[in-house]
């Protein structure tokens, strides 16, 4: 089992920037490939960003490229998530995931085995 608790989600003016920390805990937590996904309200969650366990590769959503960045610490058993240039449309809950003993990419939902509560995201114009 891996437990995920997000933090630092919030409300920041377009343009803004957020930093969200994923804390995750658990027998498997320090070889997970881990992602973010979000979901804005009357839509399906969305993939974001991934990291591989090593942190050696990171794949990103084209709507995020060059905005966002991924990244882990394995030491502290966290990922990250930086926001930069902050858009509304990026308003969401934003969901960090996990995939116990994974090598690769959790480029789609179904592929997380592990999901945190979620932040919430607010871009204001």
């Known amino acids: 089992q891996v437990q995920l608790v997000e933090s630092g989600g919030g409300l920041v003016q377009a343009g803004g920037s957020l930093r969200l920390s994923c804390a995750a805990s658990g027998r498997t937590s320090s070889n997970s490939a881990m992602g973010w996904f979000r979901q804005a309200p009357g839509k399906e969650r969305e993939f974001v960003a991934a990291?591989?366990?090593?942190?050696?590769?990171?794949f990103y959503a084209d709507s995020v490229k060059g905005r966002f960045t991924i990244s882990r610490d394995n030491a502290k058993n966290t990922v990250y998530l930086q926001m930069n240039s902050l858009k509304p449309e990026d308003t969401a809950v934003y969901y960090c995931?996990?995939?116990?003993?994974?090598?690769?990419?959790?480029?789609?939902?179904?592929?997380?085995?592990?999901w945190g509560q979620g932040t919430q995201v607010t871009v204001s114009s």
């Open positions: 990291i591989t366990w090593s942190g050696g590769a990171t």
């Open positions: 995931a996990a995939k116990g003993g994974y090598a690769g990419i959790i480029s789609s939902a179904n592929l997380a085995d592990y």
